[in-house]
């Protein structure tokens, strides 16, 4: 499945964010583009809102094993490139080094378990979907992943209970609660646009549209320096509409042809969001005193485009499939 729709939305959030690391952190050089570009990070949440509709369709194509080979293979390679591409940078123009302890252990995607810190901070959301994949796993493995008008709800209850009494004190080690309600979106405006909702599954919809727009006004504040209630408010309605553009894609409403270059941006938008942020500030700190910071901040723009570009066009076309023949070998029963 490929919605053109899903692929724009994709690189318009990716745009978002790097625009928000450059421009709308603290201190800004460019006081009023950084009152709007401070609402960037918002395009992650709107990632978690794709992810849920998407692995739902994985989910529903695949076995559970078939599914973490597909999501091993569509999130590693890319990843292992930014990791050894962001210490490499590191290692050139920063004081503090990364030891190869850390390099190896954000290899693994699972450092945060480990009580590593990340070497790039845009990684702590791929440990959010990791947890969101295993979850959607042990549905498949328990048959219950087509149940969805009974684990949607109960999804959203324990959600609820976990932010605002802190029980399941343990829930966090399996899924993000401040998160969750994204991830749930994403799976209602999924059927959706299968035609396979209930009832429960737009009542589901509707709670979780209530709690992003209350979490979207709660989370600014650890996202937005200097913020006041206004800015969250924007940020709240911002995650309303995002949950009215994409109920309108869900209906079938907003169909958009096919177009090779709407692929290629929705392509290049993981290994953007990857490169972007650690090494993208440290070429701009080093290129800033000799061309201005206005220059360096569109050199390493364009910098990141094309080195994403290499990454969807040449790398991952041939690090996936042999990857993908690697876990099909150590993994049995799940070649097609």
């Known amino acids: 499945m490929r919605l053109q729709a899903l692929d724009l939305l994709r690189f318009i959030a990716a745009l978002a964010v790097v625009a928000y690391h450059y421009l709308g952190t603290s201190n800004p050089s460019y006081p009023q583009l950084a009152g709007i570009a401070q609402f960037g990070y918002l395009g992650v949440p709107l990632f978690f809102m794709i992810s849920g509709f998407v692995i739902a369709s994985s989910a529903e194509q695949r076995s559970p094993l078939q599914f973490l080979i597909s999501r091993a293979t569509r999130l590693y390679p890319a990843f292992w490139i930014a990791v050894?591409?962001?210490?490499?940078?590191?290692?050139?123009?920063?004081?503090?080094?990364?030891s190869a302890l850390q390099v190896l252990a954000n290899l693994t995607m699972l450092n945060d378990y480990l009580g590593i810190t990340n070497i790039d901070g845009v990684y702590w959301t791929l440990q959010v979907e990791l947890k969101f994949y295993l979850c959607i796993f042990l549905l498949m493995a328990l048959r219950l992943f087509h149940f969805y008008h009974l684990w949607l709800p109960l999804w959203i209850i324990t959600t609820l209970s976990y932010l605002f009494s802190g029980h399941p004190e343990k829930m966090g080690w399996f899924i993000s609660p401040g998160n969750s309600c994204y991830f749930i979106s994403g799976v209602c405006l999924y059927l959706i646009w299968k035609k396979k909702h209930s009832v429960i599954t737009?009542?589901?919809?509707v709670l979780s549209t209530l709690l992003c727009t209350y979490q979207g006004y709660?989370?600014?504040?650890?996202?937005?320096?200097?913020?006041?209630?206004?800015?969250?408010?924007?940020?709240?309605?911002l995650i309303?509409?995002?949950?009215?553009?994409?109920?309108?894609?869900?209906?079938h409403k907003l169909n958009i042809a096919f177009n090779p270059i709407y692929t290629l941006l929705g392509g290049i938008t993981y290994p953007l969001y990857l490169l972007h942020n650690r090494a993208g500030k440290l070429f701009i700190d080093t290129l800033s005193p000799a061309t201005g910071e206005a220059l360096a901040i569109l050199i390493t723009t364009?910098?990141?485009?094309?080195?994403?570009y290499l990454i969807y066009r040449y790398a991952e076309p041939h690090a996936a499939p042999l990857l993908k023949r690697c876990l099909q070998q150590v993994i049995p029963h799940t070649r097609k």
């Open 84 to 98: 050894l591409f962001t210490s490499s940078v590191i290692w050139c123009l920063a004081p503090t080094k990364p």
């Open 202 to 205: 737009n009542v589901a919809l």
């Open 218 to 237: 709660h989370q600014a504040s650890d996202f937005m320096a200097n913020s006041n209630s206004i800015s969250w408010t924007i940020a709240g309605i």
């Open 240 to 251: 309303f509409i995002f949950h009215c553009l994409f109920l309108v894609i869900a209906l």
């Open 302 to 308: 364009t910098l990141m485009l094309l080195l994403s």
